[in-house]
């Protein structure tokens, strides 16, 4: 290869290539030195914004530099620097693409023609279809192909990791030279990097560390090691196996940034056992930053389903959650079990576990306990912060944050840990309680009850706006609140509980305080909830409709039954046939039962439907009618199925088998109605009678 002259400038002799790296930056740092410009190349700090003084004495410096930079590289090279537009930025590409861990059998790169591209795109097509055949057929044939790399810098290893051919990753790491899994794309990542972000397959990761230890070493462009890859996309099993042979001192280089990025990641994918082991070698990284910005502590304030409050479980999953125990895996611990115990362990999964979910159980609550040794090492930690400690390690914005999710075991724990933790408050000046009351977030409003003597002072607070708490209770509940509730109905009326709880607690004067706007909270919940309370109507007046219709029917049937009784009448006197028989008694009666439910059912969804609809109605009077519709409508369903069987009872006596096959096909309407309507029977009585709202007015003394 010729050699390449600079003329204008005078920066370097010679141009950077793929093999002069190491010399060309010596040159060209010296000479940003004499320029005294290389600080803008060394700065770590974020460049000034436009609007500050020295912005133009920057851009000018970070010109020069770039410059220098530029024109210190051939053609090929400079196109990968067209869009960067930062000297610094410039230079840690350069560095990246082309340091001493990327230089790889140079003479045999170097003496590849500019056509390689074209000449090993077959190569790279049978890598990409996951034919090994082929591939080692390819390389045999031409030993320099597994070298070669694509336009954006990937070699055929890259290729088969973003394929996902585990076989075509394991054979080829087999066979290349070591320093070769050592290369980076053009975005500077490793064929372990991307195994670590893109498929989160392990045995990738194991056969290449097996090869190459220090992969597990090497940054992408974003300054990104494999392991923190691996937990920023969420891939649990990839993240614990590069955390357990990745180097404490790797992690730890960077001031710790590995680290404490790390940890961050961990928290945010729910890798608590990865998050644990860090903070129990490392505690100060509890409230350490990492380089984007994000504290571990907010980080965990914005993960809910981490926390036991932040699931809904079924009655009997919450049995069985409170049934299992928790046992902590020491790390590297085997189990070792025989055959016999395999295969039991088989069939009690698939006949006890799997069913009930067992297992997602015990996944769940385990997660919920790591997560809450990781709360409490926290805590232990500001306990005795000051001020300007809590707001370094922002333990304010990540109180506000778990009060927005409803984490109640984060509010708790933080206040125990710190009293003062109480008086927080955002740039509005709403603070734990406040934010509560607009998220609908009940448990953590609860605690309000328990507070004793502060309850008076955090009650009497006024945000920014002039609102007082029950202000804020006016305000509509965010969407994905109100869509806890199936129907506008029941979501007026859990509104409607929010503001009559909030009501209770503040001072009377606070009903006709006005905000800035001059407003009281009741006219501010009226402006606040029209549509809602239109919706509502609608929704009672269309659900009314559909039972109405089902009523009148049942009705009509058995006004009918009434006068065709099984078997006719006696001639001579009138009297039915069957009448000192016992079950046309229970024909009788069920007749009459379900005659009298159903027409007291249309009666009551018709009042519904001529309900005035007024805010209050929504509270208890209109889901009382609703209950009281659905209970005799049920009612006429259940009667006229009994009608049915005893009236097949009466004509077919002596045929046992047939009436049998008859009874068991009139109980399908009724199996099949009863348990469809059941679901919004229950949800009516649970919003209006067992409000979680006032669950816990008369709870302990928690502080």
């Not at 560095?95 to 190569?123: C, H, W």
């Not at 611990?333 to 055959?339: F, G």
């Not at 506000?400 to 000046?429: P, Y």
């Amino acid at each position: 290869m010729g050699t390449n002259y600079i003329v204008s400038g005078g920066v370097v002799l010679e141009v950077l290539r793929k093999d002069n790296y190491e010399n060309w930056s010596v040159l060209v740092k010296n000479y940003l030195l004499s320029k005294d410009i290389w600080d803008i190349v060394e700065d770590p700090q974020d460049p000034p914004r436009p609007e500050d003084l020295n912005f133009k004495i920057w851009r000018k410096k970070n010109a020069k530099a770039l410059h220098a930079i530029q024109i210190s590289c051939g053609a090929e090279i400079l196109s990968r620097l067209r869009g960067i537009a930062s000297a610094r930025k410039a230079w840690n590409t350069l560095a990246m693409t082309f340091g001493p861990k990327l230089r790889v059998n140079l003479d045999i790169e170097q003496g590849m023609a500019d056509n390689s591209l074209v000449q090993y795109m077959p190569l790279h097509k049978n890598v990409e279809r996951g034919d090994w055949n082929a591939v080692k057929t390819f390389i045999d044939m031409q030993p320099k192909a597994i070298f070669a790399t694509t336009s954006s810098g990937k070699t055929a290893l890259h290729i088969a990791v973003i394929a996902g051919h585990l076989h075509i990753v394991e054979a080829l790491a087999k066979i290349m030279p070591k320093q070769l899994l050592e290369v980076r794309d053009a975005d500077g990542y490793t064929a372990l990097a991307l195994a670590a972000a893109l498929t989160g397959i392990t045995e990738m990761a194991k056969c290449m560390v097996g090869r190459n230890e220090a992969l597990l070493s090497i940054k992408t462009k974003d300054n990104m090691i494999p392991v923190v890859l691996a937990s920023a996309k969420g891939h649990k099993d990839m993240t614990r196996y590069l955390y357990q042979v990745t180097r404490s001192e790797v992690l730890s280089e960077d001031n710790g940034n590995n680290n404490s990025l790390l940890l961050t990641r961990c928290i945010t994918a729910e890798i608590f056992d990865v998050a644990l082991d860090l903070l129990k070698h490392h505690p100060q990284l509890s409230i350490a930053l990492d380089f984007d910005g994000l504290r571990p502590l907010y980080a965990l304030a914005r993960v809910p389903s981490a926390f036991p409050s932040g699931v809904q479980l079924a009655f009997w999953q919450r049995w069985i959650y409170h049934c299992v125990k928790i046992k902590l895996q020491v790390r590297g611990e085997r189990s070792d079990r025989t055959v016999a115990g395999q295969l039991w362990g088989m069939l009690l999964n698939s006949i006890l576990l799997r069913p009930l979910e067992i297992e997602e159980i015990y996944e769940q609550k385990l997660t919920h306990f790591q997560a809450l040794e990781i709360l409490n090492g926290m805590c232990k930690r500001i306990s005795t912060f000051d001020e300007s400690q809590l707001r370094e390690a922002s333990v304010y914005e990540a109180m506000l944050e778990a009060t927005k999710h409803g984490i109640t075991e984060f509010i708790k724990s933080m206040t125990q840990a710190n009293t003062d933790l109480f008086w927080v408050v955002d740039e509005n000046l709403r603070g734990i309680f406040s934010h509560a009351i607009l998220h609908r977030r009940e448990k953590i409003f609860n605690l309000i009850y328990g507070l004793n003597g502060r309850r008076e002072v955090i009650t009497s607070g006024i945000d920014s706006f002039g609102n007082n708490m029950l202000h804020l209770a006016g305000m509509l509940a965010p969407p994905s609140e109100l869509d806890r509730k199936s129907g506008a109905a029941l979501q007026m009326q859990r509104e409607l509980h929010w503001f009559k709880a909030v009501e209770s607690i503040v001072h009377p004067k606070c009903k006709e305080a006005l905000n800035l706007d001059g407003m009281k909270p009741r006219e501010l919940f009226t402006k606040n909830h029209e549509d809602l309370v239109r919706d509502g109507e609608k929704w009672a007046k269309e659900t009314a409709t559909s039972f109405t219709v089902v009523g009148t029917l049942i009705t009509t049937i058995m006004f009918a039954v009434a006068f065709t009784v099984p078997g006719g009448n006696n001639q001579d006197t009138g009297i039915p046939i069957f009448v000192h028989d016992k079950m046309f008694s229970v024909f009788i009666v069920a007749d009459a039962i379900s005659l009298f439910a159903a027409s007291t059912s249309v009666l009551i969804f018709l009042g519904i439907l001529t309900s005035r609809y007024a805010e209050d109605d929504f509270l208890k009077a209109l889901p009382t009618k609703l209950l009281a519709g659905l209970v005799t409508l049920f009612l006429s369903v259940v009667t006229m199925m009994i009608v049915f069987c005893a009236a097949i009872s009466i004509m077919l006596q002596g045929h046992s088998q047939i009436v049998i096959v008859a009874i068991s096909l009139g109980s399908v309407p009724v199996i099949i109605f009863v348990p469809l309507q059941f679901r919004l029977f229950a949800v009516i009585f649970n919003s209006t009678y067992r409000s979680e709202i006032y669950s816990n007015k008369k709870m302990k003394i928690w502080r």
